[in-house]
């Protein structure tokens, strides 16, 4: 335990070391030299242009004039990792440096002469297959990643500011994102988009959920749950989800599959419902026994280990504590923990490696894909052990009372 402590200090230490800023496997559009030309404008070089960045293992970033960036959903996980250690500790320094991040995420807040309500993007443009997103347009994951953390940050500083920008990126999602098309309702990735993406709107779900409740909105719990069901109406009979709608969206991978049980998870606990229960324990079972090996290593796909990937195993720590949470659960999670530092850590510079291949290993320092998903979950996991040593402890100690109790009768 406390080598892992240790090790996530140092992780800290590098990030801080940065100022929580870095590269990005999508940041390539930043890049000085081709905006500067006019193939900037051509969705297909942007498009190739974005994949060779995100792809090649030689990170030509700097002779190319990217700069690092804070990125603001990494920024948003960065919060939620320091607030974990100040749960573990108390030590206050965390929580200070939690809002003095937080204090940069309320000035980088998408247009609110547009938006109206509280909402984030990336700080690079981004070139999909069926979209182009400017930097700064707000898209739901970024919103919904730092809407948690300022909410957490709210209550543990008693900040009932944050905690109500936190709230209000619910009415940007239920009003911006909320779409019909298809046959289908759910939250759209960004604003204007029609292509239906499982975790996203589930994650849109989960949010605008809590927040209703939070709220006393019923509308927007309603809503909410319409969404939902359409995601639980897609799932396979196996218990697993494809990606999303479209064509190139057919595949079904470990961290995806890890955001939709957590978001369903965090669903039903904001509304007391049962009704996503069968859902939920047949989509834990199809996770836990397709997308880990025998020996902890998270998979990337369902039908493949590779690439070996932070994020996968990143997101298997929450998964399988917030969603599985019992004995059987918590072995598996200490096995993916210790084959997570097995295959990816850097003791040298105390950082994580992005993905391992068959045939290469990609060492580029992604902060917001990797280091920062690295830290938040060992973060959870080091408290998460720490408070079950703690109960574990003051059970032993009061059993040993009661039984030297008895003696002395």
């Not at 988009?193 to 849109?204: D, P, Q, T, Y």
């Not at 605008?208 to 006393?216: E, N, S, V, Y």
Request: charged fraction near 20%; include cysteine; aromatic fraction near 14%.
């Amino acid at each position: 335990m406390d080598n892992l402590i240790n090790l996530n200090s140092q992780l800290l230490d590098s990030i801080r070391a940065e100022q929580f800023a870095g590269y990005d496997p999508f940041d390539s559009l930043n890049s000085k030299l081709l905006q500067a030309t006019p193939l900037y404008r051509s969705e297909w070089v942007r498009l190739a242009w974005l994949q060779l960045g995100k792809r090649s293992p030689i990170n030509f970033r700097p002779l190319l004039r990217v700069p690092k960036r804070r990125n603001p959903k990494g920024v948003g996980l960065f919060i939620s990792g320091l607030l974990q250690d100040y749960r573990r500790t108390g030590e206050a320094g965390y929580l200070q440096e939690a809002r003095e991040l937080a204090d940069w995420l309320l000035a980088q807040r998408s247009n609110p002469r547009e938006w109206t309500h509280s909402c984030w993007g990336y700080h690079f443009d981004w070139q999909a297959r069926a979209f182009y997103v400017p930097a700064g347009k707000p898209n739901i994951i970024t919103t919904c990643y730092v809407a948690r953390a300022l909410f957490e940050l709210g209550q543990l500083s008693a900040d009932k500011a944050l905690i109500d920008i936190a709230l209000d990126c619910a009415r940007f999602i239920a009003t911006h994102l909320y779409t019909e098309a298809d046959g289908r309702s759910f939250y759209a990735y960004i604003p204007g988009e029609r292509a239906f993406v499982h975790n996203a709107s589930l994650w849109g779900a989960a949010w605008c959920a809590f927040a209703g409740t939070q709220l006393g909105d019923d509308g927007l719990v309603a809503q909410a749950l319409r969404v939902a069901r359409q995601s639980v109406g897609e799932q396979a009979a196996d218990g697993s989800w494809v990606y999303g709608a479209r064509h190139h969206h057919q595949f079904i991978d470990g961290f995806h599959t890890g955001y939709n049980l957590e978001a369903l998870c965090m669903l039903r606990d904001a509304t007391g419902i049962d009704e996503f229960d069968a859902c939920i324990r047949q989509g834990y079972a199809y996770y836990v026994n397709t997308l880990f090996e025998e020996d902890g290593t998270a998979r990337y796909y369902n039908n493949s280990v590779y690439p070996i990937d932070m994020h996968s195993f990143a997101q298997a720590a929450f998964t399988l504590l917030k969603v599985g949470g019992g004995a059987a659960d918590l072995q598996l999670c200490d096995k993916v923990v210790q084959r997570a530092i097995e295959l990816l850590y850097q003791p040298a510079n105390g950082q994580f490696i992005y993905q391992r291949t068959r045939w290469l290993t990609n060492r580029i320092n992604y902060t917001r894909w990797t280091q920062a998903w690295a830290y938040y979950s060992l973060a959870f996991y080091n408290r998460y052990r720490a408070e079950l040593n703690h109960a574990e402890n003051r059970s032993v100690g009061l059993s040993d009372g009661y039984r030297q109790y008895g003696r002395n009768r």
